[in-house]
């Protein structure tokens, strides 16, 4: 018996070390190496109580920038706060309410911000989900949560990016773009069932990477460049909306072969930080350096298009 013991403790070890090898090979990803400092500027990021946020929060706090947390949760939006700080040993980070499925949040949200910060360098659209249903102005609440919300806090805090220019805006998109499609008669529609929710996300990360695209377009020559990021499978709270039979295969299956918020926040922080890549305004990125998206989301017809669908939801076309 004790020998049957020392042989399937042996093959235990022997199995969680191959995953560790198999993780820190082909899952982690790159490593964001630059050393820049980020003393004196602001960075605005939603979503950063936890996951690939909150550690790219604490990256950028580490390098001594202000940084605000713009959360729905006040409750974990602050506490996320005090660990960062904690962390970074930075003072400068603070909470401010921000609830992406509701357009009139966004825009107190917008109003505050330009009342209470006299700068903003870095704008990082990190928050995302994966739900049915709507929001609280009646669109795909993914839809909405997704890009729209963070369509219209860009455009409001577009004027104060290009006073503090050089200046970015990176958005994290995702691999998912790749099955994504686009369907002005139904993508900004609300949806029933998980299914169609994750279809939404995919639809959702395509969007991104036209909002960048075209972004870029209209901001050449002012100094303010924009980004879109491909985190990785990242193990975080993305997936939490999914049916509860399906949580325990999810746990297992992520744990294995998904980054940690950590590894997944590198891009992130590389397309924030590092010098030298602004000739690449609008691309995509993936492990720290530019990859092409899927062909149909490099259609400049398309992206325009969307640009000018988003207004009109918005209310925002002249």
């Not at 009342?115 to 839809?143: C, M, Q, T, W, Y």
């Amino acid at each position: 018996m004790e020998g049957t013991m020392e042989v399937l403790l042996a093959v235990l070890v022997g199995f969680l070390g191959l995953c560790i090898l198999f993780h820190l090979i082909f899952v982690r990803g790159k490593t964001c190496r630059n050393k820049t400092s980020l003393r004196g500027k602001t960075v605005l990021l939603t979503g950063g109580n936890t996951g690939i946020g909150k550690a790219t929060a604490l990256d950028l706090a580490r390098r001594g920038a202000r940084v605000v947390l713009a959360c729905r949760s006040r409750d974990r939006g602050e506490a996320a706060v005090q660990d960062i700080r904690k962390e970074s040993g930075n003072k400068e980070v603070v909470f401010m309410s921000l609830d992406l499925a509701s357009l009139s949040s966004v825009r107190a949200f917008a109003e505050a911000f330009l009342r209470l910060e006299p700068r903003l360098d870095i704008l990082i659209n990190n928050a995302a989900l994966i739900k049915d249903g709507a929001s609280e102005d009646g669109f795909n609440v993914v839809f909405q949560v997704n890009h729209l919300a963070h369509f219209l806090l860009t455009h409001l805090l577009l004027d104060r990016l290009k006073q503090c220019a050089p200046s970015r805006v990176v958005v994290l998109s995702s691999d998912a773009h790749r099955s994504g499609r686009i369907d002005f008669q139904s993508i900004h529609l609300p949806v029933e069932g998980y299914l169609d929710a994750f279809k939404s996300y995919c639809n959702s990360k395509l969007v991104n990477i036209f909002h960048v695209r075209e972004l870029a377009n209209r901001l050449e020559g002012t100094d303010v460049t924009s980004y879109a990021v491909h985190p990785g499978a990242v193990h975080t709270e993305a997936l939490r909306h999914s049916p509860s039979y399906l949580k325990p295969f999810i746990r297992g299956f992520t744990w294995l072969l998904f980054k940690n918020p950590e590894n997944g926040a590198q891009t992130s922080i590389y397309c924030a930080t590092q010098e030298g890549i602004e000739k690449l305004s609008g691309c995509y990125f993936e492990d720290c350096r530019q990859k092409d998206p899927k062909l149909n989301a490099r259609d400049p017809m398309l992206a325009k298009k969307l640009w000018e669908f988003s207004e009109k939801l918005l209310g925002l076309a002249s």
